[in-house]
C-alpha cells in the first residue's frame, strides 16, 4: 500500500477530508521549522569560547592569525630579552601551539555540524496512463529531540578542547621558562669553564718554569699539559652547550635567528618556597584547565549517552501531494517510523555509557596527576632552595677564606702559586655549584607554576 492510500483510508475512516489535515499540517510545519532552524542560530551565537589563556599564563593576547614570526607588542629586544618576553614572544609565534590552537576551529565546526537540518527529501512519481502526477516531501521528525541533545554535546566539546588548550599554553610558559634557564646556566658555565682554562694555562707556565730550573720531572709537565688540554677541551664544549640551548630557545619562540645575538637578562629576584602546600594543591585543583577539561568530557560523554537514548527509531513526516484527478488536486500528511523491533540501538548505548565510564576515571587519573605535579614541583623547590643557602651560607664563604689565605701565605712565601691556584679552582667549582644551584631552583619553580595552572610570584 502506498503513502497516498493509506493516508485516503485513514481519510475516509475517520470522516476528515484530507484538504483539512493538509491545511493544519501547512499551518503547523513552518512554526516547527522555526524553531529547529532557529535553535542552531542561538547555539552557535552562543558558543563564543575564547580560551582564558591570557588569564592563565599573565601574558599579552595570543595571535590567532598570520604565521610569520613576529615581536608583538610590549616586548623591547633592544634592552635584552627577559624570561616574561621570552614567553610572549613562544604564545605569539610557537607553531605548535598554533597548530593546537586550529582544533578550536575543528571543535566550532563540530558545532555548526550538529546544529545542522538534514534536507527534505523530494519524490517524484510522474504519470503515465490514467495515473496522475505524485509528488512527496519527507521529512526527519526525529530532529525535534535528538538535535538538541546533538548540539548540547557539541557545545560541551568545543569548551573542553578551549579549556585543553588554556593547558598546552601553559606547557608551552613552562617549556619556554625551562629553555630561558638552561640558556643562562650555560652561559654561567661557559664563563666559569674558561676560568679554570686560564688556571690550568698558569699551572702549566709554572710548572715548564720549574722544570727548566730542574725542581721536577718531566713527568709532571705532562700531567699539567693534559690537565690543560682537557680544561680548553671543557671550555669549548660549554661554548657549544650555549649555542644548543640558545638554539632550543629560538625553536620555542620560533625567532631562532633572531635570539643568536640577543642578550638574555637574569630575573631580578630569585624565587622562594611557597608556605602553605596544602594551600597550593587546593588552588591547582581549582585552576588546572586539564581538570576542568577532564569535567567537560564527562559531561559531553554524558550528553552523548542522552543522544545515542533518543536514536532508538527514527521518525519521518511525509507530505503526500497529487496531480488533478477525477476529485481535484489531492494532498495529505503522514509519517513514516522505524519499529524498534529488532534493536533498540543498543550498541550505541553501551557504548556511550563506557565513554562516560573512561570520562569519570580519566578525570580521577588527571586529578592523581595534578597532586603529584604540584607536590613534586614543590619538594624541588624546597630541596634547590635549601641546597642554594647551603652554598652561600658555608660552601661559598669556606672556599672564599681559603682563596684569601692561600694569597696571604704566598705572599708570606709560605706557598707556592700552584696553592694559590688550587684554592682558586675551588672557588671557581664552587661557583659553578651555585649556578647550578640556582638553576635548578628556578626549573622547579617553573614546574610548580605549571602545576598550579596559572601564574604566581613566589617573591621572598
Known amino acids: 500500500m502506498t503513502h497516498r492510500t493509506w493516508f485516503e483510508s485513514a481519510s475516509r475512516a475517520n470522516g476528515s477530508p484530507r484538504r483539512s489535515s493538509s491545511h493544519a499540517f501547512s499551518r ?3 512554526v516547527a521549522l522555526a524553531v529547529a532552524l532557529l535553535a542552531p542560530v542561538g547555539a552557535v551565537a552562543s558558543a563564543q569560547s575564547p580560551t582564558d589563556i591570557e588569564r592563565q599564563t599573565g601574558h599579552g593576547a595570543v595571535r590567532t592569525a598570520g604565521s610569520d614570526p613576529v615581536i608583538p607588542d610590549g616586548v ?31 571543535a566550532r565546526a563540530d558545532l555548526v555540524e550538529a546544529g545542522l537540518l538534514k534536507n527534505p527529501i523530494l519524490s517524484f512519481l510522474f504519470p503515465l496512463g490514467p495515473k496522475q502526477l505524485e509528488a512527496t516531501v519527507t521529512l526527519p521528525l526525529e530532529i525535534f529531540w535528538q538535535r538538541p541533545r546533538r548540539v548540547a554535546a557539541a557545545k560541551v566539546d568545543l569548551e573542553r578542547v578551549a579549556t585543553g588548550l588554556e593547558q598546552n599554553a601553559l606547557d608551552l610558559v613552562r617549556d619556554t621558562r625551562l629553555a630561558f634557564i638552561d640558556v643562562l646556566l650555560a652561559q654561567a658555565r661557559a664563563r666559569l669553564a674558561h676560568e679554570p682554562a686560564e688556571l690550568r694555562r698558569e699551572v702549566a707556565s709554572l710548572v715548564e718554569a720549574r722544570l727548566r730550573a730542574g725542581e721536577i720531572a718531566e713527568l709532571e709537565l705532562i700531567a699539567a699539559r693534559a690537565d690543560l688540554e682537557a680544561a680548553d677541551e671543557m671550555a669549548v664544549r660549554r661554548d657549544g652547550d650555549v649555542v644548543i640551548a640558545r638554539t632550543r630557545l629560538g625553536s620555542l619562540t620560533n625567532l631562532e635567528d633572531l635570539l643568536t645575538s640577543i642578550a638574555l637578562t637574569t630575573p631580578p629576584a630569585e624565587p622562594a618556597v611557597p608556605a602553605n602546600l596544602d594551600a597550593l594543591v587546593t588552588a591547582a585543583l581549582a585552576a588546572r584547565p586539564d581538570l576542568r577539561a577532564s569535567e567537560l568530557a564527562i559531561e559531553a560523554a554524558a550528553k552523548r549517552a542522552k543522544w545515542e537514548a533518543s536514536k532508538v527509531a527514527t521518525l519521518s513526516g511525509i507530505l503526500d501531494i497529487n496531480g488533478s484527478g477525477k476529485k481535484g488536486f489531492e494532498a495529505g500528511p503522514g509519517i513514516a517510523a522505524e519499529l524498534p523491533i529488532f534493536h533498540q540501538n543498543k550498541g550505541g548505548r ?38 642554594l ?9 669556606e672556599a672564599s677564606e681559603t682563596v684569601k689565605a692561600a694569597e696571604l701565605a704566598f705572599r708570606d712565601g709560605d706557598q707556592s702559586y700552584l696553592f694559590v691556584l688550587e684554592a682558586t679552582r675551588r672557588l671557581a667549582d664552587a661557583r659553578l655549584a651555585e649556578a647550578e644551584a640556582l638553576a635548578n631552583l628556578r626549573r622547579a619553580t617553573a614546574r610548580l607554576e605549571r602545576g598550579l595552572g596559572r601564574k604566581h610570584d613566589f617573591k621572598p
Do not use: C, K
Open 28 to 30: 503547523t510545519l513552518p
Open 76 to 106: 623591547i629586544l633592544a634592552d635584552g630579552l627577559s624570561d616574561d618576553e621570552a614567553v610572549a614572544l613562544a604564545l605569539w609565534n610557537n607553531a605548535a601551539f598554533h597548530a593546537d590552537l586550529a582544533a578550536l576551529g575543528l
Open 350 to 387: 553501551s557504548r556511550a555509557a563506557a565513554e562516560v565510564e573512561r570520562a569519570a576515571r580519566q578525570f580521577l587519573a588527571v586529578r592523581e596527576r595534578i597532586l603529584l605535579d604540584v607536590r613534586q614541583a614543590y619538594a624541588e623547590v624546597a630541596q634547590a632552595r635549601a641546597s
Open 389 to 397: 643557602d647551603a652554598l652561600r651560607q658555608s660552601v661559598m664563604p
